[in-house]
Structure formats: structure tokens, C-alpha cells
């Protein structure tokens, strides 16, 4: 069974450095490429980029190019999404997400349960 | 960067009741590239349907999907309980780039 496990809820200061987690088990991790998506409170999807654990060959979206860092530990099967300092507008939920590829055609087929990152002073 | 426009913000129906969602591209997509997903609230989103009209495994076929070029449908048939939810359109773009649409709340009358 597919499944991508996310680190827990966290609440930190502005100005802070945070690294979130998303453990994926059940599949070859090396095979399927890994997104991040954010969530602010209330409002919709936000595809923020997406990682290839076999080469760690990163592309991110426009809007969050140099905002984030997104990166993975193959060795233990876990991609990740870090921040050098946080801001309040951070404040939102993070979902890990794999990418299915068929036929030609690209979507994500298994989420994380998502993190809940909460920035504030 | 393709821009998707979903209507309406909001459906309100009543059980047994069909309801047709519609997604809207800023310029023309590919069919194998829009994906529709459902999110109940507190879940993550779940995949309903991929290349505009394939059912994910274990979607029931009351959920349907259409379109083309810049215009795209969700149509759920008969909507069960279950199904009162927000409903993303996605599409791929170019470098592994993805867009979402800003969600239709489907909820009841």
C-alpha cells in the first residue's frame, strides 16, 4: 500500500528556520517524482514544486522559486520542504503528493495527510 | 502560465440531485493533462478523475468527466451524501508545472 507520511503540526516564530517531512512507503521511492502543495486557511491549492528522488532534480512553481527548498534523503525514503525564515504568511497546510504518470497523462495519485505549519509571534 | 476559472463558487443541491461543475483554461490543455480531485473538509484532496475523463481507481461511475481545449466538465449524476465537497480542476503545464483551479464547493440545499 502507497503511503506518504508527513511530520507533525508545528508553530514557530517569524524569522525561524523549519524542515517538514514526508515519509513514502509502499512503492520504489526513486521511481515517481514528489510534490509539495500549500493550503492557506481557507482557500485552495497551491502547487508549490516538485522534486525527482532518483536525481533530485528540482523545478519549482514561479511563486515560490527562492521561497522554499525542496529536497530529499533517498536513503530513508523522504523528501522534504524547508524554510531558512519563516514568515506569517507561511502560516497554512502542506501536503506532500506523488506524481502517477499514465499513458501520457500526469496527476497526483496519493497525498500526504498534510502538515500544519503555524507561524506567529 | 494557464490560468483555470471554476464555476460556479458554490452549488447548492440536495441529495439524488446531478450536478455539472465546469473548469475553465486561459489558454487550450491537453485532455491528458486536466485532473479533477475531491477535498472533504479536514482530508487531503483525493484523485477523481485524470486526462479529463478517466476515473481513478475505485471512483464510482456516477462521477464523470468531459472536455476539451479550454473547457471542461465534472458532472456528478446522482450526488450521494458522500459527495458534498470542494472539487479542484488541476492541469499540467510545461517543466512539471501544475495549476489548480480555485475549487467549486458543492454543498447541501
Known amino acids: 500500500e502507497v503511503q506518504l507520511v508527513q511530520s507533525g503540526a508545528v508553530v514557530k516564530n517569524p524569522g525561524e528556520s523549519l524542515k517538514i517531512s514526508c515519509k513514502a512507503a509502499g512503492y520504489s521511492f526513486t521511481s515517481y517524482w514528489i510534490g509539495w502543495v500549500r493550503q492557506m486557511p481557507g482557500k485552495g491549492l497551491e502547487w508549490m514544486g516538485i522534486i525527482h528522488p532518483g536525481d533530485s532534480d528540482t523545478r519549482y512553481s514561479p511563486s515560490f522559486q527562492g521561497q522554499v527548498t525542496i529536497s530529499v534523503d533517498k536513503s530513508i525514503s523522504t523528501a522534504y520542504l524547508q524554510w531558512s525564515r519563516l514568515k506569517a504568511s507561511d502560516t497554512a497546510m502542506y501536503y506532500c503528493?506523488?506524481?502517477?504518470?499514465?499513458?501520457?497523462?500526469?496527476?497526483?495519485?496519493?497525498w500526504g495527510q498534510g502538515t500544519v505549519v503555524t507561524v506567529s509571534s | 502560465e494557464i490560468v483555470l476559472t471554476q464555476s460556479p463558487g458554490t452549488l447548492s443541491l440536495s441529495p439524488g440531485e446531478r450536478a455539472t461543475l465546469s473548469c475553465r483554461a486561459s489558454q487550450s490543455v491537453s485532455s491528458s493533462y486536466l485532473a479533477w480531485y475531491q477535498q472533504k473538509p479536514g482530508q487531503a484532496p483525493s484523485l477523481l478523475i485524470y486526462a479529463t475523463s478517466n476515473r481513478a481507481t475505485g471512483i464510482p461511475d456516477r462521477f464523470s468527466g468531459s472536455g476539451s481545449g479550454t473547457d471542461f466538465t465534472l458532472t456528478i449524476s446522482r450526488l450521494e451524501p458522500e459527495d458534498f465537497a470542494v472539487y479542484y480542476c488541476q492541469q499540467y503545464g510545461s517543466s512539471l508545472l501544475f495549476t489548480f483551479g480555485p475549487g467549486t464547493k458543492v454543498d447541501i440545499k
Open positions: 503528493a506523488r506524481l502517477g504518470i499514465q499513458g501520457g497523462s500526469y496527476f497526483i495519485d496519493y
